[in-house]
């Protein structure tokens, strides 16, 4: 029973896949405490920096013969069989997919919907816009060969130790300035930083970070922070990048030279632009887009492309099933 996985790919916690399982180039799978948290099926397909994500209490289960296009993310869902999922698809947790679906680029599936067997499905948020046809039939079938049957499961369980490969990442010196790493902090063995930067202490730094500090301006981040798998933070030039403490973001998200809040939670797959300005206990939710020079009060739900103001928080939120485990 051959599993593919590429030597640039990221595995972290427990995890279950099924034979022929390929995982492409920068893609970073995390399961938590056992392998039930995180399961893929027989010949499916994750493909360049996408991320899978799963956890005990919210496990994600992939079916089998289903291929993630590139840059996907799945957090916490269930996917079916023979699912053909375009590049740049975000799925939030709770939401469950049938067999037999294909989705479009981009497309963002919000918290807990739920989508039936044999959907086309588009859109930010997610819509079905019909059942598949012939034509989408017989495309799933060309892409696999010929061959849609499922085979029995046959799983491999696969542990990764979330802590043993602690203060693995790599740290480079620009123009006299090397990041400086606080106490306790994890750094992931995929994660980079460069110039001047420095992190707090207990601060996670997930697989596929990408964090510049170059001659641009400074970076800050600070304490109890999460900066999850394949997230990208620069900022433009006579500019600063401050992450407050207990701050969280989602993968696959772009922090652009901005100030966000204690306390702040910006989901997976959203670009945060340079000179905005968030307040402390902000939500961002998944995909939006903060253009340059927004400001956005304390415990401001923001949404939309481009984000804007949806509602507030009534108390602090708490972590989501998503994020880093405590180390």
Request: contains cysteine; hydrophobic residues 35%; glycine residues 14%.
């Amino acid at each position: 029973m051959k599993i593919n996985i590429s030597d640039s790919a990221s595995l972290r916690g427990s995890m279950e896949f099924g034979k022929e399982v390929y995982i492409a180039q920068g893609t970073v799978i995390r399961g938590d405490a056992g392998p039930e948290s995180l399961r893929i099926g027989n010949q499916s397909w994750g493909l360049e920096n996408s991320v899978l994500v799963g956890s005990k209490e919210m496990p994600t289960k992939i079916g089998s013969k289903t291929v993630f296009g590139h840059k996907c993310v799945v957090l916490n869902s269930t996917i079916g069989d023979l699912c053909e999922v375009g590049n740049g698809t975000i799925f939030m947790p709770g939401s469950k997919v049938g067999n037999f679906c294909i989705f479009g680029e981009g497309t963002l599936v919000t918290e807990g919907m739920q989508i039936p067997d044999n959907s086309v499905v588009v859109g930010r948020p997610a819509r079905v816009i019909r059942k598949l046809n012939r034509e989408d039939q017989a495309r799933i079938k060309r892409m696999r060969g010929g061959d849609v049957n499922i085979s029995l499961y046959e799983g491999t369980v696969i542990e990764k130790n979330l802590k043993e490969v602690k203060g693995m990442g790599k740290t480079y010196e620009i123009q006299g300035k090397r990041p400086v790493i606080g106490k306790n902090s994890y750094l992931a063995p995929g994660a980079e930083l460069n110039g001047d930067v420095i992190v707090g202490e207990n601060t996670v730094i997930g697989d596929g970070v990408r964090i510049i500090g170059n001659s641009h301006g400074p970076v800050r981040i600070g304490s109890h922070v999460q900066i999850l798998e394949n997230t990208v933070l620069h900022l433009l030039p006579d500019n600063q990048l401050i992450i407050e403490d207990r701050v969280i973001i989602g993968p696959g998200s772009i922090i652009h030279g901005t100030t966000l809040g204690e306390g702040t939670i910006v989901e997976s797959g959203s670009n945060v632009c340079d000179y905005s300005e968030l307040g402390k206990n902000c939500l961002v939710k998944a995909g939006t887009l903060v253009k340059q020079r927004s400001k956005f009060e304390d415990d401001s739900i923001i949404e939309g492309f481009p984000g804007k103001f949806i509602g507030k928080l009534v108390n602090q939120q708490a972590r989501p099933p998503w994020s880093y485990p405590g180390i």
